[in-house]
């Protein structure tokens, strides 16, 4: 038996949460990632020579869209499960007839549904500045889909995880922002020196924007079936890690 | 009646080390109206939160409905709806969409006539697309009670439902409790209003301390442990109370010019017949004579500072 009701109404509920918030949700990370178009692509990008037959703007166009996604999955997640522990609506959450799957599938389904909708957005903003080219469109989305729902899930658990705004800001700061910076998100793995390059295959959001990049342009750090098996046992991680949260209750069935 | 709700030694301890309940049981019958009494922090919420799900019990069980309440969860808390004693509510919804909401979320396929009619029974259907953070507390209150029953629970609790709650609305919800439980919802309520107890409720349990002291039909408590006092006025005060009177272990007030005689009312006789004769043989003058019964209030601080 599945609440399929309950899964409905916190979807839903989602949703137009974003709805409401709009300008938050769809145009900052369409605004600075115009940004990021305008210095590195148009600017300095035309000063740079091609990356593997890539001219500099267009090969940074994964990686931009990658680091608006985690950034937005992260957030709208940790937001969405955060907040109602800190108001104490929780409460009704945790006496429904609901199990952690299906809260999972609500709130992660809708944290993970709008930033699918940004990233989206983004790419139709990256094709203003650059001719974009996807030559592996099934993939793409693929990348897109599984990205989004195994970062919410990782917001899902910061959220459950913070107990106070501060914590929640911690882990999207502290963590992904030099994550993705040193994930190759403006360069290629090759262009460091051999240790660093050893250093950055433990980073794994490497992983994430090498074969989000190879759906593109067939360029690539690390096999893209690697990039896939890596992002896979992430989302597992997260997954387990949430089950056991709910089963143990941690910080929300005391 | 059959036992709804049936609760078996069940304790809490939270994380801190703090022993919320102890081996509490407690059989609830289906359809009554159960007050919960006891002072703060003596494990009302913690008792009513276990119940719904959202503490994990230490020991012990829960049935619901013949239900688990772990076990079968789904089960038994569609059966529930909870009134929590916080105003805990979003603040961007509108009362509309936040009613339809919890509905929704206890499984319920959406009725937009049945919610209609809840919100008007409250008094909210004109504040329907307010959102919430605009609504007074006295609104709210009302807001998380249609929550509780938009799913139609067959049992309800209202954690402190009148704290901080105005006259007008403390008369409404009793109303809504009445007819909710003609019904024949069954309604658990804590509180540490005693008149609330005495008002409404079929059956008063007293807890403390993580205890529960007793459970009885409340006129049955207040008949077994209400005791009666007689005030007697004297016209002239006395120094002390006169050796002849002793037996009845009256007390002088203050002043010497009023004597307290209390006796049970459950005793065959009261005594009264002999210690008016006695008054007057001891060659004391009345003034006035009161008697008065002890309140649930008198009757739960005695239990209270007993055990």
């Known amino acids: 038996m599945i609440n399929f009701q309950a899964v409905r109404v916190i979807y839903k509920y989602e949703m137009l949460r974003a709805w409401h918030t709009l300008l938050q949700t769809i145009e900052s990370p369409v605004i600075s990632t115009s940004l990021y178009f305008i210095v590195f692509g148009a600017a300095i990008g035309s000063r740079i020579q091609e990356i593997e037959g890539v001219s500099y703007g267009v090969f940074i166009v994964p990686g931009l869209v990658m680091f608006s996604l985690l950034t937005q999955n992260i957030s709208n997640a940790s937001f ?21 799957f299906e809260i999972i599938v609500g709130y992660v389904g809708a944290a993970a549904s709008k930033s699918l909708i940004v990233g989206v957005i983004i790419l ?7 001719d974009l080219r996807v030559e592996h469109p099934l993939v793409m989305l ?8 195994s970062f919410s899930l990782f917001g899902f658990i910061i959220g459950l995880w913070a107990t106070n705004f501060e914590k929640l800001q911690l882990i999207p700061m502290l963590v992904i922002t030099p994550l993705v910076f040193l994930g190759g998100s403006f360069y290629s793995v090759n262009m460091l020196p051999p240790f660093w390059q050893t250093v950055t295959l433990f980073n794994p959001v490497l992983y994430l924007i090498s074969g989000f990049r190879w759906s593109f342009f067939e360029v690539a750090d690390v096999s893209v079936g690697i990039s896939l098996g890596m992002i896979t046992l992430f ?8 089950w056991w949260m709910f089963k143990t209750g941690y910080r929300l069935r005391p | 009646m059959p036992n709804v709700i049936e609760v078996q030694s069940l304790a809490k301890t939270y ?14 019958e289906a359809g009554e109206i159960l007050a919960l009494l006891g002072p703060n922090g003596a494990g009302k919420t913690t008792l009513i939160s276990i119940i719904c799900g959202i503490v994990t019990p230490s020991a012990g069980s829960v049935r619901v409905a013949g239900n688990d309440i772990i076990a079968d969860y789904r089960i038994t808390r569609e059966l529930i709806g909870l009134v929590p004693q916080e105003l805990t509510l979003g603040a961007f919804d509108s009362v509309w969409n936040t ?27 004109e504040k329907r697309e307010n959102e919430l953070r605009t609504l007074s507390g006295g609104m709210k209150r009302r ?31 009793w109303k809504i409790v009445r007819r909710l439980n003609d019904s024949g919802v069954t309604i658990i309520l804590t509180t540490h209003y005693i008149e609330e107890a005495e008002e409404i409720a079929d059956r008063v349990g007293v807890i403390d301390h993580g205890k529960l002291l007793l459970v009885d039909d409340k006129k049955r408590l207040m008949h077994q442990l209400g005791r009666k006092q007689l005030l007697i006025e004297l016209k002239h005060a006395i120094d002390a109370v006169p050796a002849a009177l002793a037996e009845y272990g009256l007390e002088r007030s203050a002043d010497g010019t009023c004597l307290t005689y209390t006796y049970d009312t459950q005793g065959e006789r009261t005594g009264i017949t002999a210690l008016l004769q006695d008054l007057h043989g001891a060659g004391l003058a009345l003034k006035d004579l009161k008697s008065s019964q002890s309140s649930l209030e008198e009757i739960f601080v005695s239990l209270v500072s007993s055990k």
């Open chain 1, 80 to 100: 969405a499960i955060f907040f109602p522990k800190f108001t104490g609506t929780i409460y009704e959450i945790m006496s429904a007839p609901i199990s952690f």
């Open chain 1, 124 to 130: 139709l903003t990256a094709n203003l500045f650059v």
């Open chain 1, 142 to 149: 693929l990348f897109l889909v599984l990205t989004c729902i």
């Open chain 1, 235 to 242: 989302l597992l991680a997260c997954l387990a890690l949430v």
């Open chain 2, 15 to 28: 994380a801190g080390g703090f022993e919320a309940l102890r081996a509490v049981d407690l059989e609830i």
């Open chain 2, 99 to 125: 009613v339809n909401f919890s509905r929704g979320l206890f499984g319920k396929p959406p009725d937009p006539a049945y919610i209609e009619q809840l919100l008007k029974d409250l008094s909210l259907w």
């Open chain 2, 143 to 173: 807001v998380l009670i249609a929550k509780a029953l938009s799913h139609e629970p067959r049992i309800l609790f209202l954690d402190e439902p009148t704290a901080g709650v105005d006259v007008e609305l403390r008369q409404d919800m």
